[in-house]
């Protein structure tokens, strides 16, 4: 019942932002600390953000700092993660994930960044 959908990837040239999202449903979504994760070909699946239940304590890696926001909607039950200046190397599948306890990994949704 607890479920997590994914969305919002596509194709986009190099420097091109896109803004992915994730509903939520099946739980108390406002309770829960939340986060954004990749798995590009060939790699292992790595933390991108997190987020805190309410927005009051953000994250991210390294690699995405200053371009990427993660931000949530707790009224709508929607993580975001906006995406900004885009290389070739964030193409990935992107996943949305409880922080401290983890559901099931859904279908996640492609990002392919290339000219």
């Known amino acids: 019942q607890e479920q997590l959908v994914e969305s919002g990837g596509g194709l986009v040239q190099p420097g091109g932002s896109l803004r992915l999202s994730c509903v939520a449903s099946?739980?108390?979504?406002?309770?829960?600390?939340m986060s954004w994760y990749r798995q590009a070909p060939e790699k292992e699946r790595e933390l991108v953000a997190r987020i805190d239940s309410t927005g009051g304590y953000i994250n991210y890696a390294d690699s995405v700092k200053g371009r990427f926001t993660i931000s949530r909607d707790n009224a709508k039950n929607t993580l975001y993660l906006q995406m900004n200046t885009l290389k070739p190397e964030d193409t990935a599948v992107y996943y949305c994930?409880?922080?401290?306890?983890?559901?099931?990994w859904g279908q996640g949704t492609q990002v392919t960044v290339s000219s």
């Open positions: 099946g739980f108390t979504f406002s309770s829960y600390a």
């Open positions: 994930n409880r922080y401290y306890t983890p559901l099931y």
